[in-house]
DNA sequence: TTGTACGCGTTATCAC
DNA sequence: GTGATAACGCGTACAA
């Protein structure tokens, strides 16, 4: 392995000078930086992210946290149960390790800050445009813009949807429909994208409705499927509060849950497993997006020419007493 | 921050006892290793791995790469050309930082290793199962098997397509066609998924059609697409040889590239640059994809309680002379 | 402008 | 069974 010490003992000198170049910082004379580069070059030499991290440690970085209003607003009326608040403490205990501070702001109107964690689905490219020219490091949190190529921290929605569908294919039912939010959102792309998937390689017919969130209009797209369909043996809900309404309506209409009908959730919100029946769902690892998140922001802050990727977290089948 | 000092003042210990407790090594009485644990809840102590990682290094680590015969012989006969030597020359230099060593080997007879990287789309579910039974970590390389929640780094086809087709269509063309890959393939899927979802989004008609890369049918499909659809404006293949063989195709019958069709590929292999007309294509980042691969199995190794997850790295469009 | 030396948090070696 | 301490590779006060 090839380290500072061997570029500065090729270069003829100290690993200070090195460092200085490396990082551009400090002052060194022109001939000093095309030494150091040309040993650099020479040995192909590459910087230890992890000991450049451990030595850094005591640099404080200003990270902030942008969301939107409509989003604040959704947590504080338990719309998006819980989740703020999961990712932000993960963030901030995890956070602490590389040193970085967090400073909440609103995504439209962003402060100066050394990076930014974008967070929740009301990023547009017109925003990624505007982040792109502040020119310090951001990534999107819980959201993808596609052909975009930005750093982004999702749930694997596609992953957890097919699980759940083979699942309940395994169990041995056929008649397995999906009820989904908008699928101009990404999280529920993926999960009816998982649920399809599924069902056509098991030669089964998927059979999807869309159902309105802020309309919540749930009594009426159960009585549509209800009268087109005839009852299905299973419903894969987009997420948790879905499954929950769609269980309420049914219910309504004396159709047993989970013995006539099994239904699966996607989120493990809190609530989930106090549920009447307790919930069937997949656990999204909310504190996980927070870790990861701090990880990733850390390695763009200090990392030399980073890629960007997409991570995306696997769920977890949480089997409780809505399904088979 | 609370560091593993802090941890070993509470318990009344040395450091040392402290990391032998943690990494359950050495002999330790259990009343002392009950003493730290409960020091180490009580301050919430998390281990940094940064910290251990770097101190770990003279550790040394055996990962072995694991290869069907089937991908050792396309590398062979250049059908997948360089992909195999560029992965694993940046696997090698990058997982030497990390004090990795690298043992190549049969994927479906793996030989006694600390870890494992299973390289390219012949594992199957059962494979994986094989591997989950070694108890060691693993990884799927330019793979992905939807439900098994195995960590696994890939590049993120759709992304690219999607970014493509738009491309085209803000060039003003509508024609926009697209050749691939048997789709149970991950990487086509997602490519295909891409092209689709970008059409749609424009209000134009997907239209695709099916490549058999081992029969090389290119000239019945060219044909078969002619006679069907008149001349596209443009056509989105899975992949630079394929993108290279419809090129030729419509060279045959006089079909003028770009002027009359644009064409774009999908991995900017080595000769896309010199072929005539050069291919504008998707680079992927075979390098990344190695690095990424020794930083992730590294972290497998030493980390506490990873959580899996996939990793999809964008790719980079690459104007040439094959499309306008 | 450059070099010396210390510290980042953890693990491993060697005493006891 | 346990503790003191030297590494790991790099960044940066401070000194020169």
Redesign the interface.
């Known amino acids: 392995?090839v380290t500072i010490e061997d570029v500065a003992k090729k270069a003829g000198v100290s690993t200070a000078t090195v460092s200085r170049v490396i990082n551009n910082v400090g002052n060194v004379s022109e001939k000093t930086k095309m030494k150091v580069w040309k040993a650099i070059n020479e040995l192909?030499y590459?910087p230890?992210i992890?000991?450049s991290?451990?030595a850094r440690h005591r640099e404080r970085f200003l990270v902030g946290i942008c969301e939107s209003e409509r989003l604040k607003n959704m947590e504080k009326e338990k719309i998006v149960p819980e989740f703020y608040t999961v990712i932000l403490t993960a963030l901030e205990?995890?956070g602490?390790?590389y040193g970085l501070k967090f400073c909440k702001m609103n995504l439209f109107s962003p402060t100066e800050c050394d990076a930014y964690i974008l967070v929740g689905g009301d990023t547009t490219k017109e925003v990624v445009e505007m982040y792109r020219e502040l020119g310090k490091p951001f990534l999107l949190l819980d959201h993808y813009i596609?052909?975009e190529?930005v750093d982004c921290i999702v749930t694997?929605g596609?992953?957890g949807a097919?699980?759940a569908t083979?699942y309940l294919i395994k169990k041995g039912l056929r008649k397995i429909f999906h009820i989904h939010g908008p699928l101009n959102s990404y999280g529920f792309k993926g999960r009816y994208?998982?649920y399809t998937?599924?069902m056509k390689e098991a030669g089964l017919l998927p059979k999807y409705y869309e159902y309105d969130d802020v309309k919540n209009n749930m009594d009426d797209v159960i009585e549509f499927m209800l009268r087109k369909n005839d009852i299905p043996e299973a419903i894969f809900a987009s997420n948790d509060i879905t499954a929950m309404r769609i269980i309420k309506e049914l219910k309504k209409r004396n159709i047993k849950v989970p013995d006539e009908v099994s239904i699966i959730g996607f989120d493990d919100i809190i609530s989930a497993k106090d549920f009447e029946p307790s919930l069937t769902t997949l656990k999204v690892?909310k504190d996980?997006m927070g870790s990861?998140a701090a990880t990733r922001i850390y390695e763009l802050l200090v990392g030399h020419n980073v890629?960007?990727?997409?991570?995306?977290?696997?769920?977890?089948f949480i089997k409780r007493k809505s399904s088979i």
Chains 1, 2 share one sequence.
């Open positions: 392995m192909n590459k230890k992890l000991a991290a451990l205990q995890i602490e390790e596609p052909g190529k694997n596609f992953d097919y699980y083979s994208d998982g998937s599924a690892f996980e990861l890629h960007p990727v997409m991570v995306s977290l696997f769920t977890k």
